[in-house]
């Protein structure tokens, strides 16, 4: 719906929903919608084996014909001049990094469709929540202007590169099964490569709506398998997993804990 308030992108965008084998109807959804939308819009799906966010970004990625991607997730509304300022913002040899307003439940409950559908998404933003992004942005703003490695922080629910960055390093890696670090990676692997990143704060961020955390949340991974792997300075730049996949004799397992690494937590515990 936000994105069909859209404003100065008309003709200049295409939408792939993608999804992580839901079976809560999404797919007749999309399908409803795609006819109605004045947008190009396609959908990819999978069967559901875990939280696989990098697996449904690459295969939106891969199922997209623009040269230049953007990505947020299901759970954000896009201001609307969103895709515009993003369009603005392309440079040669950049990832932009963006974050996220984000609503408490109640304030989620009332954002309801005719305000977004009316562009007044972004009077729900608490002003809390305004200066914490405001902070943000100048932060950014620093890191960028001294070349502080890593930094900006990229954010999968905005951000925005291009397709031929994104080939270099084969993607998303998509051993990162469960929540969180997928971009971090990202980001480290696009630096090794030469990308740098810049903030897109200072003039748009996603709106983001309350929910229970997924099930294999843990802030910053700590202690999960997907901690470990990001830890791990030896990955590839161009991962093992991603848009190109190893052929079956080859293919890599899934991430898990090694077995010192699984002890300690252990008897931490």
Request: charged residues 30%; proline residues 6%; glycine residues 8%.
């Amino acid at each position: 719906m936000a994105l069909d308030v859209q404003r100065g992108v008309a003709g200049r965008f295409e939408v792939v929903v993608t999804d992580d084998g839901s079976r809560d109807g999404t797919t007749r959804l999309v399908s409803a919608l795609a006819g109605s939308v004045s947008y190009p819009l396609s959908f990819t799906t999978h069967d559901h084996a875990g939280f696989r966010l990098a697996r449904c970004r690459n295969e939106g990625a891969a199922a997209s014909t623009a040269p230049y991607i953007l990505f947020t997730d299901g759970d954000c509304v896009l201001p609307p001049d969103h895709l515009r300022i993003h369009l603005e913002e392309r440079r040669p040899g950049w990832i932009v990094a963006g974050d996220c307003f984000r609503l408490d439940p109640a304030v989620s409950k009332r954002l309801d469709a005719r305000s977004i559908r009316e562009g007044g998404s972004g009077a729900f933003v608490p002003r809390g929540e305004r200066r914490r992004i405001a902070v943000k942005a100048l932060r950014a703003k620093v890191y960028q202007m001294l070349r502080v490695p890593l930094r900006p922080r990229v954010s999968g629910s905005n951000m925005a590169l291009w397709r031929s960055d994104f080939e270099r390093v084969n993607g998303f890696d998509e051993r990162f099964v469960g929540w969180g670090l997928e971009d971090v990676d990202l980001q480290w692997r696009l630096a090794r490569a030469g990308v740098r990143s810049r903030t897109i704060l200072h003039r748009t961020a996603a709106i983001h709506l309350w929910h229970e955390p997924a099930a294999t949340f843990v802030r910053n991974g700590i202690g999960t398998a997907n901690r470990w792997y990001v830890d791990d300075p030896t990955r590839p730049t161009f991962c093992r997993d991603g848009l190109v996949k190893p052929d079956d004799a080859a293919r890599v397992v899934p991430l898990s804990l090694p077995a010192a690494f699984r002890e300690r937590r252990r008897i931490a515990a």
